[in-house]
């Protein structure tokens, strides 16, 4: 599937590969980006084809998609070896809970462990690494508390139009079992009337 993505500012497009273990980018895109340094490989990656590619190198950084950032290492290939910018593999995957749909694929981060957190704010050796990690308990703690806002507002707007409907809905059958009393007293008094 096929999303945009964003890297130090510049939008690319970008395959989600499930089939893939590491992210690619191709040279082109490397050099877009002013050629940050590489980490060298000895490794060769088996293409679709079967063929051997060996990566120029890896470099670590973030993919920003939806307001979401991902990091890995992303590992550079040949022009001549893909026509797609960037090549999405499961290293960014499994950092998420995607879900797919008739829009397509939205890359959701996963839900971080409090627990873990506090434990690195515990561990934190200098006060410089305490307060980033007791910022981000801080930021993550913040995220949870307006998602449940969020639900908590959206379970009130349900209810609050169940009620609505329902309160609309009883209305109408009681005006309906007036009407119907209505007319049954209408029948039983020009029966009287017939009678007499």
């Known amino acids: 599937m096929g999303k945009t993505v964003k890297i130090n500012g510049y939008h690319f497009d970008a395959l989600i590969d499930m089939g893939s273990t590491i992210t690619l980018k191709c ?19 088996n293409s679709f084809g079967k063929s051997k590619i060996k990566p120029f190198g890896s470099f670590k950084s973030t993919i920003d998609t ?8 992303i590992y550079v290939i ?5 026509t797609i910018d960037i090549i999405i593999g499961t290293d960014v995957l499994k950092q998420t809970e995607f879900k797919i749909s008739a829009n397509g694929i939205e890359l959701i981060p996963k839900k971080k462990d409090h627990f873990i957190n506090l434990i690195n704010v515990s561990k ?11 910022l981000e308990v801080l930021q993550l703690k913040l995220k949870n508390a307006v998602d449940k806002c969020k639900n908590l507002e959206m379970h009130f707007r349900n209810t609050s139009t169940l009620s609505l409907e329902k309160t609309a809905l009883l209305d109408k059958l009681h005006k309906l079992e007036e009407s119907n009393l209505e007319k049954v007293d209408k029948k039983n008094t020009h029966r009287k009337c017939t009678n007499r």
């Open 124 to 134: 934190a050796h200098n006060q410089s690494e305490l307060k980033d990690n007791a």
């Open 27 to 45: 040279e082109s895109v490397y050099q877009i980006l002013g050629r940050p340094t590489l980490n060298p490989m000895k490794i060769k990656l």
């Open 66 to 73: 939806e307001d979401n950032k991902f990091m890995t290492d």
């Open 78 to 82: 040949d022009n001549s070896q893909t």
